[in-house]
């Protein structure tokens, strides 16, 4: 899938160097804060390299620890628009990403960690933390409306679907200095547990939604 995105983006560069009409895009969503360059290939077609991103804060829980999460987006978007409908078109393309979720477990009110049924003060389990990440580069299908290489000041939009796969989740606890060597194996284990049942959670988390609405200068 990596060589696949790289041959998109050659490609979508070389074609940039023969296109007849080009445009600068910036835009807000769900990929975070990010801009377009777009440039006509055909009437009817077009290519799209962008970059977006950002940070925004929220919050995962399982059936044991709530997590603080914070949600990292970076995006490299390389497209190709066609619009058989004037300004409607289909878009379609890669989606090389290190979007990733930073979590940290949050104890209970009486500042304790209850994992597969065992319970741990915050001397004896420290912090709880992890990440979920999806794959590297996912495939991009969605409908818009708007060309970034359209001629003038307009606005676009995108709504669409990255085929990300499921996320995979990492967590690691860290024994505080109240907890003793049995105890921290068993909590080594326990945090094992914690990530497969967050794993199962997330699952079915294969499809991250885009939608994204901006304004475009075309020349």
Not at 34 to 47: K, M, Q, S, Y
Not at 76 to 100: A, C, E, H, Q, T
Not at 127 to 132: L, Q
Not at 187 to 201: F, I, P, R, Y
Request: glycine share 14%.
């Amino acid at each position: 899938m990596r060589h696949a995105g790289l041959v998109l983006a050659v490609t979508l560069v070389a074609a940039s160097g023969v296109a007849q009409a080009g445009g600068l895009g910036l835009r807000i969503g769900t990929t975070g804060v990010g801009a377009d360059f777009g440039f006509e290939v055909a009437p009817t077609l077009g290519g799209r390299i962008g970059l977006s991103g950002g940070e925004f804060k929220t919050s995962v829980d399982s059936d044991d620890v709530r997590y603080d999460a914070k949600l990292k987006l970076a995006n490299l978007s390389l497209l190709l628009d066609w619009s058989p409908l004037g300004p409607f078109r289909i878009s379609g393309g890669l989606v090389p990403n290190n979007n990733k979720i930073d979590l940290t477990g949050q104890p209970s009110s009486s500042s304790t960690f209850t994992m597969n049924g065992n319970t741990y003060t915050a001397a004896e389990i420290g912090s709880v933390n992890g990440t979920v990440e999806g794959k590297g580069t996912a495939p991009y299908l969605g409908i818009g409306y708007g060309n970034v290489w359209t001629k003038g000041v307009n606005f676009y939009f995108d709504l669409g679907v990255m085929f990300q796969g499921s996320p995979k989740v990492a967590l690691t606890a860290t024994c505080g200095p109240a907890a003793t060597p049995a105890q921290c194996s068993q909590a080594q284990n326990d945090v094992a547990t914690e990530q497969q049942k967050l794993q199962d959670k997330l699952d079915k988390y294969k499809y991250y939604p885009v939608a994204n609405i901006g304004i475009t200068i075309g020349f």
